[in-house]
Antibody, heavy 121, light 107 residues
């Protein structure tokens, strides 16, 4: 069974930094692309970042480009999101997501329960 | 960026009703579309991928159709556990984008 457990969320001041972690189990981590998706309180879903299984390829939404960095450690089955220069609009639940790929397309297959990041003074 | 527009934003329905939700992409995305269900306080759950393929474990009352720019999620006979918010998402290209969501409420 796929399990994704996020940690590292909390309250941080504007301009501050935070590092989210996701511990993965139940599947071959190094073979799976991974993503972060966030959801602001009472709002819809927003894709944040993606990384290939090897870690060689990364992608970020324009809203976080230059401030957030996605990475992974396949030896530890762990996914990370380094968040710098945080803004109030980054306040959200951050979900760790395992991709599900079929027929050439990849989708947000399995989701963790999320970790809440609050940016406020 | 590809914009995804869902309609309606909310729908009130009764148990047993047939419910249809639409999703339109701002440009053609072939069949690279997924549908997710999210219940309050829970993470989303993948229902449909590749526009019409049912994810394992998802009840057959859910179905998806469409290609290009216009897509539909249909719940053939609404059940109590189906009251939730539904999102479409394009998987054609980065940045990956979601629709704004459709809340299915109890009439």
């Amino acid at each position: 069974e796929v399990q994704l457990l996020e940690s590292g969320g909390g309250l941080v001041q504007p301009g501050g930094s935070l590092r989210l972690s996701c511990a993965a189990s139940g599947f071959t981590f190094s073979s799976s692309g991974m993503r972060w998706v966030r959801q602001a309180p009472g709002k819809g879903l927003e894709w944040v970042s993606a990384i290939s299984g090897s870690g060689e390829n990364t992608y970020h939404a324009d809203s976080v480009k230059g401030r957030f960095t996605i990475s992974r450690d396949n030896s530890k089955n762990a996914l990370y999101l380094q968040m710098n220069s945080l803004r109030a609009e980054d306040t959200a639940i951050y979900y760790c997501v395992k991709t599900y790929c079929s027929g050439g397309g990849c989708y947000h297959g399995s989701w963790g329960q999320g970790t809440l990041v609050t940016v406020s003074s | 960026d590809i914009q995804m527009t869902q309609s309606p934003s909310s729908v009130s329905a009764s148990v047993g009703d047939r419910v249809t939700i639409s999703c339109r992409a701002s440009q053609g995305i072939s069949s690279w579309l997924a549908w997710y269900q999210q219940k309050p306080g829970k993470a989303p759950n993948l229902l449909i991928y590749a526009a019409s393929s049912l994810q394992s474990g998802v009840p057959s009352r859910f179905s998806g159709s469409g290609s290009g720019t216009d897509f539909t999620l249909t719940i053939s006979s609404l059940q109590p556990e189906d009251f939730a918010t539904y999102y479409c998402q394009q998987a054609n290209s980065f940045p990956l984008t979601f629709g704004g969501g459709t809340r299915v409420e109890i009439k």
